[in-house]
């Protein structure tokens, strides 16, 4: 008995990945008719992923009892870990390696690229720039989404409207964004003919010179930071505007009742309420302007504006100066700089546990 | 029980369905060496989607009658989409604008050479010249074919306005100086320029640089300067760099002055040539820029170009152009590199309004050229080529460390400073280079 | 199992749900104005440059490079101010339709498999790297994976990763993004579920609902609001993609995503910018139908009998 279900246990996981594995080979040969293939694609990846939790847990179900609570954690986060690994573990480890090579990855030069990162002055500017850009970027959007999300709450119409454009550059493809700013921060000397970018149609409005924003240093590293505030407060507000919702209705209720104020509702209620959404947000936010790279990367030569930032060199050195080690160096710096914000989310993580 | 005999019955039949299929796939994978032909050749250049067309019409047109299809691939971010591909292993060919970075792509993405494709290089060499072949010599093989060019040693001027004021195209450079100051007398303004090119700024001002260095220095010394067997900062370089700074700053001759032509995209800068009348005269700009020019602009009669005129030594043109690297050492891609040489496809090519391509390939003749503008730089370029003279764009053969990083920067920032920046700039490009 | 205790919450909930009608009526309450000044003030600045791009893109090339986009304003009646010319260039350009058609086939397997692949139960070391992984670029994985899908991988000669010849077809592209999405998916839902109040889960328990139970019948349907959020990142995030699905589908025009399309209209030196616009809102499009048809899950409520447990 006990042998029979342990085989069971194996061969049903086993036979639940080969059905999906024929359809995925489906997919993979039919180039037919489009509209059929996600059809099928969706019906079967979506149904299927079930099926393969659903025959896991019955899988696990027929173990004996004394193993069953063990294991069974694994079978829901063990698909995911899998992905994960293929997509995202596997590249790092690859970076960090390569990291520790010459630019063509032919041999081992120890310490080298790092050598660099931290003594290039191009480099050590997009440290800097960087921290900047970590610490602005997340205040403003989050502050805003924020205030947002919690006075769209109160409007009795049209929230969804309100809501909308904020959300509207967020549905904006990165090329739009550049041609949006372009429209606003274009510079013409005089002479070019008229200004086509606003702030300067506003400069001679008001009887100024023309101004070239992006070369302004050090501002124009807010003039950029501005296009990031501008496309991810939509997330920021989305997300907190769910957590927001979620706060049942008559816990602020019986706070009015009791004579709060709007202030200390927000204050006393709102925020603590949805504090951990708020790091969440935060957190997101913060690695999101870590990664940034292609608003600095289209406006202007970052090395002559001074606005260079680590994932932009990453990109420039990897790519464009084909030298795989000091961009793949670059790219381990990211990882670095990102560990402070894990601990701080491992921490917080502990104590919800604590809580809880 | 009985449910659970039945599942694994049924996942027995699965297992053995399984394997049968995946058996069916391997014999599909082994079917052949890499080298098979694959039925599909995949180009993949630095253009225009307009331009990609342009090319897939003539392929379809020109290669037919064989046992693969030919697709032209625009590419939006050619750098990193060679790079990515190039290591993935799917690529067949691309037309690659920077052969400095040539050397690079042979290690990383295991090109091949022309050599091992089969190709007799001294036939090559005759039909597009020793020094343009060895523009992709890797360790003694060759991993590059020419195969189109364009003119960069171009000066536009607003011709109807130009012949109405009275003014001659001038021959050489001391005339050229005279006629800007001319200008000037007459209370205009020479010069339009702009090296604003989002995340390439700087590149305009590198061409002026280089075109300056090739006619001051010679062709010799160009070549040693590219391959950095002279220091970035020698005097040869020097001596260029101040001759192209006593343009830019020189009070008057440049329209909203030097400090501006940073921040001033280059599309926009010949712009004021077409007003009424011409706030400037003189546009240095390769020959893509007519794109940028007001549509109802007429070449000929709204505007002309005559070629950078010669200085102190012989030298000249300057040119830019692509060059076609191999990835995959097949029939099919060999069959479509021979066509894609021969003369049917590069007349064809000649013939594309949007592209401004020139062909290396001396049995094209001039009447395949799409205009007269393109026709007769052409010309020039050819004979530049006949001469031994003509030189392609340095920046683009320099490591792109340099040659799309710290010389396009450098320039800008000369640009920004002043004369007596000079120095110091060279040297900081110098120090970039990479060991 | 929990509808016992439903029933009582609605009982105990019935004067708050009198309140806030009350609230309903009485408007504008102290502060009602500063609201929807605020609200408005905001609104405008986000759609200023935003206005511009939709100006644009009804003015024809010349005049969108020689005036500034608000002088429309000052004559909008003009001949030859407005043209429709910039839309159709872009959608002639090279099999729009197709694209989009792609663009769809890329992006609704993708949202459909993030989720169905979201998992909820992480421990924090598995937690920890969810949060790393959110920092990789996704430029550094591209190459390892595109050599992964063409070559399989091999440790000492054991085959880790088989050859699956993926490169090229769509599957390949909806694992990517399933895999780069996931550690958003992870670390937002994570915290979602993590708030819901211990309280329902252990009742349920009690009742003798397993786990799996739970999950589909109790989790699921209380994480509404944040799965629609996330579906609609997961979604706009694909669609705008133009990386992932350029590297592993290739550029051929038969497989071209919307987005790729786009993008090669300004042409390599960016003298068609002026297209660009009109294809921004064509492509806009569809997102913000996607946000507007999810918002009927930002509601109230959902949680609303969980504080009682």
Partial sequence: MFALRLVGAVVIPIAAFYTLWVTFDFLRDSEANRVIVVGVAVVVGVGGVFFLYWAMNRAVELLPERYREGVRPWIFVGPAMVLLSVFLVYPVINTILISFKDAQSQSFVGLDNFKFVFTDESMLRAIRNTLGWMILVPVAAVTTGLAFATLADRLRRGEAVAKSIIFLPMAISFAGASITWRLIYSFRPAGFGSNIGLLNGIMLGLGQNPVDWLSQHPWNNLYLMVIMVWMQTGFAMVVLSAAIKSIPDEIIEAARIDGASEWQVFRRIIVPSILPTIVVVATYMVINSLKVFDIVFVMGNAELNQTEVIAERMIRWFFIGQDYGKGAAIAVVLFIVVIPVMVWNVRRFREEEMIR | ?435 | MSLAQAGDVEEAAEPVVAASQGRGVGEVRKGGWFVLLTIVAVCVLWLIPALGVLVTSFRNGDLVNTSGWWTAFAHPFQAGEWTVENYRSALDAGGLGNSFLNSLAVTIPSTAYAFSWMDFRGRYLLFVTVVGLLVVPLQMALIPILKLYVNGATLFDYVVFPQLHLNGTFLAVWLAHTGFGLPLAVYLLRNYIGSLPSSIIESAKIDGADHFTIFWRLIVPLSVPALAAFAIFQFLWVWNDLLVAYVFLGGERSVQVLTLNLANLVGSRGENWQLLTSAAFISMALPLIVFFSLQKYFVRGLTAGAVKG
């Fill in chain 2, 1 to 435: 029980m009985r449910r659970l005999r039945l599942l694994s019955l049924l996942s027995i039949v699965l297992l053995i369905g399984g394997a049968c299929k995946a058996k069916e796939n391997e014999g599909g994978a082994t079917g052949g060496p890499k080298e098979a032909n694959t039925g599909k050749v995949n180009v993949l250049a630095a253009v225009e989607p307009e331009e990609a067309d342009a090319l897939q019409g003539i392929a379809d047109q020109t290669i037919t009658g064989v046992d693969y299809t030919v697709e032209f691939e625009a590419a939006g971010n050619f750098e990193q989409d060679v790079q990515v591909r190039g290591q993935g292993g799917t690529l067949d060919v691309i037309l690659l604008p920077q052969p400095g970075s040539l050397p690079g792509l042979v290690t990383s993405a295991h090109a091949v050479s022309l050599e091992d494709m089969g190709y007799d290089i001294g036939e090559l060499e005759a039909t597009f010249g020793k020094p343009f072949m060895d523009l992709g010599l890797v360790d003694g093989k060759h991993y590059g074919i020419p195969t189109n060019i364009n003119l960069k040693s171009m000066i536009w001027y607003p011709k109807d306005d130009f012949d109405k004021a009275g003014y001659k195209v001038p021959t050489t450079w001391d005339e050229l100086m005279a006629l800007s100051d001319q200008i000037v007398a007459d209370g205009s303004t020479p010069w339009c320029v702009g090296f604003q090119s989002e995340g390439s700024t700087g590149w305009p001002a590198t061409d002026w640089m280089e075109d300056i260095m090739l006619r001051t220095a010679g062709p010799d010394t160009y070549d040693q300067w590219y391959k950095h067997e002279i220091p970035f900062d020698d005097p040869s370089v020097v001596n260029a760099g101040k001759m192209f700074g006593d343009v830019m700053f020189h009070p008057g001759y440049v329209l909203g002055g030097a400090e501006n032509t940073p921040g001033l995209a280059f599309g926009d800068a010949p712009l004021p040539m077409f007003d009424n009348p011409p706030k400037c005269w003189l546009h240095r700009q390769a020959s893509f820029i007519n794109a940028f020019f007001p549509k109802d602009a007429k070449a000929g009669v709204d505007y002309d170009w005559f070629p950078f005129p010669s200085m102190t030594t012989e030298g000249g043109p300057l040119f830019g152009g692509e060059v076609a690297m191999v990835f995959r050492n097949s029939p099919e891609v060999k069959d479509f590199l021979d066509r894609f040489m021969g003369t049917d496809f590069q007349c064809a090519m000649a013939g594309i309004t949007a592209a401004s391509r020139i062909s290396p390939n001396v049995n094209v003749g001039s009447d395949c050229y799409a205009n007269q503008i393109l026709a007769d730089s052409a010309e020039v370029l050819k004979e530049g080529l006949k001469a031994g003279t003509a030189r392609f764009d340095a920046s683009d053969l320099m490591p792109a460390a340099v040659g799309s990083g710290s010389f396009w920067t450098g320039m800008v920032k000369y640009m920004k400073e002043g004369p007596s920046s000079l120095d110091g700039i060279l040297k900081d490009i110098d120090s970039s280079w990479p060991s």
